[in-house]
């Protein structure tokens, strides 16, 4: 009959225990050879499953991160210290002026302030998801995560782009799920592109949507390859080494759940496109009303 039912529901366990489970329904019509018979089928998914397995794909896309988190706090550590080694000698000698001191203790300061940018744009992409949604400027979510990928991209011969709009674009969502949908894609194109290329990220409005593209120069892949890479466990990734195969699934459970779309677009050596597009806040305020 076509006719289906998505709802959510908390069923019971045997031991009295509760668990929220996302239920899906379809009427269809069945011939028995004795006339025409109604059947409903239904799917249940427990979340809690799936929310432990979105969380365990999180840290396994931060873990990726490690080496270039390391390189971004390295760097200003170590000019921190150069900075307190050469302040404490030259007041051990006593050869500084006050004006010297306030230099030192200037460059100190910005260099922990890069630390702190650092960790803090870590700890947006590592925090648990919520269940309420917050105002998310997606121009920074997405400059934030090519920043943690720059090493990434550094060390791979890759060249990111980026072209953002003037005015800042925000949207209604988890801001953690929006830039691990960052993370996961910007990732992917970096796989794409064993030898090196550009990774292009662009960010537009269009019409009443956050339109979101992630587009590398890769080797690309066949229509029987791109036509399954939503599908759960599905891995074929260019650099040869074997992924979970839940990441875009995951990603595109994300863009469903903003009441977003994603699309896909790749040509066998010359490279992938991913395209998102998501309701502006304006616009999901005004659908609530």
Request: charged share 20%.
């Amino acid at each position: 009959m076509g006719d289906r039912l998505k709802a959510t529901h908390h069923h019971q366990r045997a031991d009295g225990s509760a668990f929220a489970v996302e239920i899906h329904a379809a009427l269809t019509e069945l011939d028995d050879g004795c006339g025409h018979e109604r059947y409903i089928i239904e799917s249940i998914r427990d979340l809690g499953q799936a929310a432990r397995i979105s969380h365990e794909q999180r840290l396994s896309e931060l873990g990726l991160l490690a080496a270039g988190i390391a390189h971004e706090i390295h760097n200003p550590l170590g000019s921190v210290r150069l900075g307190v080694q050469g302040l404490a000698r030259e007041i051990q000698v006593g050869h500084i002026a006050q004006e010297q001191i306030v230099d030192y203790m200037n460059l100190i300061d910005q260099e922990i302030d890069n630390c702190i940018a650092v960790t803090r744009r870590l700890l947006l992409l590592a925090r648990p998801p919520t269940n309420s949604l917050q105002l998310v400027v997606i121009n920074d979510a997405l400059q934030d995560t090519l920043r943690l990928l720059d090493y990434d991209a550094q060390t791979r011969g890759i060249q990111q782009e980026v072209d953002l709009p003037t005015l800042p674009l925000r949207i209604l969502a988890d801001e953690a799920e929006i830039r691990m949908i960052l993370l996961n894609l910007i990732q992917n194109a970096h796989h794409a592109m064993p030898h090196g290329g550009v990774l292009h990220a662009r960010l537009a409005q269009a019409e009443d949507m956050a339109e979101i593209e992630i587009a590398d120069n890769g080797i690309g892949m066949e229509p029987e390859i791109w036509a399954h890479i939503f599908d759960p466990f599905f891995s074929r990734r260019a650099d040869g080494i074997t992924g979970t195969g839940l990441g875009l699934t995951i990603v595109k459970n994300f863009v469903e759940r903003m009441e977003g779309t994603i699309a896909v677009n790749s040509v066998f050596g010359q490279g992938t496109r991913f395209l998102i597009h998501l309701p502006l806040a304006d616009t999901a305020q005004k659908g609530c009303q």
